[in-house]
C-alpha cells in the first residue's frame, strides 16, 4: 500500500492568486499522477509526473496554468495559477506501486478542497 | 475512444439486497478495471480490480464480471449494507512504459449508491 499525504486539506483563495499543493508518499514511487475533482463529478487528470523529466499534461492542461514539480521519488507539488472561480475543485495526488502482489494499483491522497472567491 | 461510461448516476438499495453498477468502454487497448469507492471528504480508494484474462473476480461480497467481446464490465455488491452508500467509479488503463506500470486511469461518471437500512 502507499500512505499519502496532501497539503493543504482545503483552501479558500482569491481569485487571481495561486495556490500550491503538496503530495508527499511514505514510500519511493515512480509514476504520480494529478488529478482533478469538479464537485460531485469524476476524476480527470491533469497530468502525469515522472521523476527526473517534464510533467506529461493531458489535453486541456497546460503547464501555465498547472505547474508541476518532482524533485524527487516521494514527493510532489502542483501549483493553481492566477485562479478564477471556474478552478474550484477538489485536486487530488495519486501515485502507482507498480508490480504489487495485485498487480499496478493506484493510491489516491484525500485530496485538496479549493473554493475561489 | 478513451471514454468510460458507467451506469446508473445514482442507485437506491435496500439493506441485504444486491448492487449492480454498469460500465462500458470502447478503448480495446484497455487491459485493467479498477473499480474504486468514495466516501465523502476522502480520496478514491481501490475496491477491486480485473483484467481482460478472466470473466469474473470475487472479493467477499464484491464481484466484477467482464465480458471482454461486449467491451463492458459490472460491479455486484452482495448483501449490500448501509455503510456501503458511497460514489462508485470504474476506470480503465492500458499498460505503458515498457510494460511495468499502468499509467492513467480513465474513470467513470461515478454512481452514487444509497443503502437504506
Known amino acids: 500500500s502507499a500512505v499519502i499525504s496532501q497539503k493543504p486539506s482545503r483552501d479558500i483563495c482569491q481569485r487571481g492568486t495561486s495556490l500550491t499543493i503538496q503530495c508527499q508518499v511514505d514510500s519511493q514511487v515512480t509514476m504520480m499522477f494529478w488529478y482533478r475533482q469538479q464537485p460531485g463529478q469524476s476524476l480527470t487528470l491533469i497530468a502525469t509526473?515522472?521523476?527526473?523529466?517534464?510533467?506529461?499534461?493531458e489535453s486541456g492542461f497546460v503547464i501555465d496554468k498547472f505547474p508541476i514539480s518532482r524533485p524527487n521519488l516521494t514527493f510532489s507539488t502542483l501549483t493553481v495559477s492566477n485562479m478564477s472561480p471556474e478552478d474550484s475543485s477538489i485536486y487530488l495526488c495519486?501515485?502507482?506501486?507498480?508490480?504489487?502482489?495485485?498487480?499496478?494499483?493506484?493510491?489516491f491522497g484525500a485530496g485538496t478542497r479549493l473554493s475561489v472567491l | 475512444q478513451q471514454q468510460v461510461k458507467q451506469s446508473p448516476q445514482s442507485l437506491i438499495v435496500q439493506k441485504g439486497g444486491i448492487s449492480i453498477i454498469n460500465c462500458a468502454y470502447e478503448?480495446?487497448?484497455?487491459?485493467?478495471f479498477p473499480w474504486y469507492q468514495q466516501f465523502p471528504g476522502k480520496g478514491p480508494a481501490l475496491l477491486i480490480a480485473i483484467r481482460p484474462d478472466v470473466s469474473e473476480k470475487k472479493e467477499g461480497r464484491f464481484t466484477i464480471s467482464f465480458n471482454k467481446s461486449a467491451k463492458q464490465f459490472s460491479l455486484h455488491i452482495m448483501d449490500s449494507q448501509p455503510g456501503d452508500s458511497a460514489t462508485y467509479f470504474c476506470?480503465?488503463?492500458?499498460?505503458?512504459?515498457?510494460?511495468?506500470?499502468?499509467?492513467?486511469?480513465?474513470f467513470g461518471q461515478g454512481t452514487i449508491l444509497t443503502v437504506h437500512p
Open positions: 478503448n480495446t487497448a484497455f487491459d485493467y
Open positions: 509526473a515522472n521523476q527526473g523529466s517534464e510533467a506529461t499534461y
Open positions: 495519486s501515485v502507482e506501486k507498480p508490480w504489487d502482489p495485485q498487480g499496478g494499483i493506484q493510491y
Open positions: 476506470a480503465a488503463s492500458s499498460l505503458v512504459s515498457g510494460g511495468t506500470s499502468y499509467g492513467k486511469l480513465t
